[in-house]
Each structure stands twice: as C-alpha cells, then as structure tokens.
C-alpha cells in the first residue's frame, strides 16, 4: 500500500509526509523497496537492469551510484551477466541494488533472507546496517524474531493484520517479558513470599518468571535469609518470541 | 519525462534482443504468404481492376504484419511482466499511468513499423509497386500499429494466463485482420459478407493503407483514416481508464 501495489479501502499513508495516493511521485521517490519474490526480467544484465530502474525513477548517468552499489553487493563480478544465468542469491543482491539506485531515504525489506544462505545474509545485514548508520530509514518485515531483535529499534508485531504491539524493542522486553530464572535447590520447597511467578517445577529444581533484577535480588535474599542452598542457577534474558507468544497467544 | 523515455527504451530493447523471434520470423511468414497465395491465387481472387494480384496482396500483408505485430509486442510484454512478477520494476516508481500507456503503445508502434518495413522491404522485389500516397501509407501505418498496440495493452491487462492472451489472439484478432480485406477486395464479397466487413475497423486500416499504393480503394481515405482514428481514440480511452483504476496491476 506504501508503495503503492495495493490500494487501502479506507485510510491513508505517508512517505516523510508525502501522501502516497495524492503526492505518489514524492513518495515512490523515497521510497525503495525489496520485494519477496525473487523477480527479474530475463531479457536484460544487471547493469541494464539497474540503468533501466535508474532511469524509471528519472536519473541519467547514474554509472557512479551503480558502480557504488554494485561493489558493496559483490555484484561487480557478474555486471554484465544475463538475469537469467544468476544465482538465487545473486538475483537477491540485484533485487537489493534495484531498490537503492534513487538513493531512497525508506527502504522497505520484505522478508530479505527467506531461503538466503548464511554468507549472503550475513552480507546483506552489514551492508544494510550501513545504510542504516548513514541515515537510511529501514523498515523489515520478517518472520525471524531474532532477526527483529539483533537489527530492529522499533518493533510492530501483526496479529491478523492488526498491530498487536509497536515499541522500541528495549521497552517490549522490558514491559512483556521479564527474565526467566531456572534454579536447582537444596530442597524441593520454596521459601514464602518468594518473588516472580513458578512456571513449572520438577522435583527441587523450579524455573520462574521474573518481572526486572530487583525481584532476581529479593530471590536472592529470600533464599539466605532462608538458608537455603543454590545447587545450580541460571539466568536467561527476555527473547522477542516470548513476548510475541504472549501477545498473540490466546 | 525520462521515466516515460527509460520505459519505452526498455521496451523497444526488449522486442530487439529477440529480434530473430520477432523481427525475422513475421517477416518470413509474409513472405511465405506472398509466394504461395501471390500465386495460388493470381486471376481467382478479386484485386482493384489494372493491379495484378500479386501487388494488391503486398500492402496487405504489410498491414498484417504491422497489426499483429504491433499488438503482440504490447500483451506479450505486459503478460509475460504480470507473469513473472517483475510488473513490480514499473509499478514501483513514480510512472504515472500515461506515461505507461504512452510507452508501450509507441513501443508497440515501433515494433509494428519495423516488421511492416521488413516485409515491404523483401517483398516489393516480386511486384511492381508504387507509392501513389505515401502520406496515406504513413498515417494508416501509424494510426493502425497504435489500435494494435493499445488493444494488445488492454489484452495484456485482462489477461492472467498464457491461454488467455492466445484466446484474445486467435479468437479476435486473427480474424478481425483475416477478414478485412487483407487477401480479397471486400467489395467483391457477396451479401452479407461485404456488408459486415464495414463493421471491422481492420478493414478501414487495409483499404486507407492500399489507398497509399493505388491511389483507389473501397472507401476514400478520409472517411476511414476518421473510423480508424475513433477507433484509436475510443480503445486508448478504455485502456487509459483500465490503467488509472490499476485493474489486474495493483490491488
């Protein structure tokens, strides 16, 4: 709908306040997106593909940027190679350039790594990272959580196509999550009023849900002021999958 | 501006790396027409009275050409983009639906005119052919790759199969230019066979094109060039519309 593949029943939407029905020229202009499936078209090489997409968007002589961008892709090699003779992963890499050669301040990913393999998706984070660093808006849709939480600063979660969460990712784990903490004991009892909430319990070994540090801390101190020993203990940070499993869980 | 000019460049591009495929091959078939029918059919078939068979089917057979032409490069191209999903390297930036319409059907025209060249070109060494009015052959050549190549624009749109494009092909437009008067001059059908053949725009654009050869057809050229022109204007109307409300391109 952004970019204008789709049209919204009702409502609208904006590229850096440039409405995307009545100022599209604006807004496809900031905007680059890579989109899921692997397209091309066959009858061209990656420089005419990335020419003809320079063009589109009403840039002439724009060999430097594509030159530029080629190079950060690992694409100069197969510059004049035929679509068609490309791997999956290089047509990826063209589809990438195909986004970045107006320089758009948004760049949408769509799914980026869906069947990417390990190397190329490791490049590509890098380079996206640096697009990011100099100033590029970068918006992922991914069904990878850990993905979302190494790369992303705001996180919308969808449920239906509804927005079941939008925050930056620090404060969704914060307010969704807590710690998980597993602790083995010397007995098979804890101590009352002991903090966070038991998820479950095997013999004397329990594993707790806990809020923040602090009720790590009062746990702590319960279990001295109880003498009470700690046999094994481990402590496990919030995960985005917890917090999207509470959300759209039930 | 130059979104419009990259658009039809990669068009024009794209009939041209395939040129043996879509230069070479119609041309060759024409050719095959004009050996086999030009004489088979020398003193059977009606021509205009003086012009000997041979050199009344060569202007059709180049208006053949222009028209099938013309509209297979606009629905083929546009069908095989939806097809393979690569429509979204168009639908991305900011093309605005005219500048779309404008590209492929002058793309179209191209591709229409250079078949149509190639095939006077290899025929008019077996007839003896003049240019009574080459300004008549030019504006009907024109003004019928452009129906051609905006009805091939609308085909491609309504289109969501290879089959479906084929049906469109063989179905209405095969007929439409086999029938109008390519072969045959329309006033020697019998009843109601000429009668019907005025219902066929195609028909307007043979007899205006081989106006520009003769200097005599069925009809004068001025009163087909307008039927051939409304035609355009009425089809490039519709397909405009079929753009702007993004039918079968953007949801």
Known sequence: MIAGLARADAGSAAVMGADVVADYRRARRMLGVVPQELVFDPFFSVRETLRIQSGYYGIRGNDAWIDEVMHHLDLTAKADANMRSLSGGMKRRVLVAQALVHKPPVIVLDEPTAGVDVELRQGLWQFVRRLNRDGHTIVLTTHYLEEAEAYCSRIAMLKAGRVAALDSTANLLKSFSGSQMKLRLDREQLPQGFPGEVVSRDGAAFVLKLKNFQEVESALAKLREANVEIIEMELQPPDLEDVFLRLTGK | ?251
């Open chain 2, 1 to 251: 501006m130059i979104s419009f000019q990259t658009l039809f460049y990669k068009e024009v591009l794209r009939f041209w790396k395939v040129s043996v495929q879509t230069v070479a091959a119609p041309v060759l078939t024409a050719l095959l027409y004009l050996v086999i029918f030009g004489h088979a059919l020398e003193g059977r078939l009606a021509a205009f009275s003086g012009i000997d068979y041979a050199s009344f089917l060569v202007p059709g057979l180049v208006m053949m050409s222009v028209l099938q032409n013309a509209f297979a490069n606009s629905s083929s191209s546009l069908m095989q983009s939806k097809i393979t999903g690569n429509i979204v390297f168009v639908l991305l930036p900011p093309i605005s639906y005219l500048e779309f319409f404008a590209a492929y059907v002058l793309a179209a025209i191209v591709r229409g005119l250079v078949v149509g060249a190639g095939v006077m070109l290899v025929t008019v060494w077996f007839v003896d052919l003049h240019l009574a009015a080459p300004l008549w052959t030019l504006a009907f050549g024109l003004a019928s790759a452009a129906l051609a190549g905006a009805l091939g624009l609308i085909a491609g749109i309504f289109s969501d199969k290879v089959d479906q494009l084929a049906a469109f092909q063989n179905f209405v437009i095969l007929p439409l230019t086999m029938l109008s008067g390519v072969f045959y001059s329309v006033q020697a059908l019998p009843e109601p066979w000429a009668r019907l053949s005025h219902f066929n725009p195609f028909f307007y654009m043979v007899d205006g094109f081989r106006y520009g050869f003769f200097g005599i057809g069925d009809l004068s050229p001025w009163l087909s060039l307008a039927i051939v022109a409304a035609s355009f204007f009425f089809v490039s109307l519709l397909c405009v519309l079929l753009l702007r409300s993004g039918y079968k391109l953007r949801w």
